[in-house]
């Protein structure tokens, strides 16, 4: 069993949850990446092997995403269209590095705006963008956890939390 990260854009609602939480987020709004975002800053990665499985126009696509030869850093990014002309694609990584999830959306933000991402076992969200250093998004993200009922209370009410994505 892995961890499951969903990504959500900063928009009116996450940044209303985001305030009430007291969690810091950038003065900027962002949207879903569209499939050709998203395809483009996979191919970006150095040394990094891509296998897409695809189930046809407007379907969920995925993204296996492997370093090199021996796959020390890896993740699954699952991908789901809304609507047929992929304009807006919503992501969510399965497992893998975390490390390497933060620089594929950190990548992504670039053209997005900032994107918060949530692991389903718990932990404060973590706003990602480029105006965040690399190395500070990993220290945050992989900080321990000293308030675990807070973080509980922050999941049940996530926008979004009833939702399947």
Known sequence: MGILYTV??????MKEWLRSQDIA?????????????????LRALRGFRIRYTENGPGKRWDADITEGQDGEWWTLLHAEPKGDADLTTEISFEKGESALIIAILRDLSAATGPL???????????????RYSFAALVQELSAPEEDEVRWRRLLENAPGAASTH
């Open 8 to 13: 959500w854009p900063l928009d009116s609602d």
């Open 25 to 41: 987020f950038p003065d900027a709004s962002s949207r879903w990446p569209t499939r050709e975002e998203v395809v483009k800053t």
């Open 116 to 130: 918060v991402l949530m692991a389903d076992v718990g932990g404060p969200p973590l706003v990602v963008s480029q």
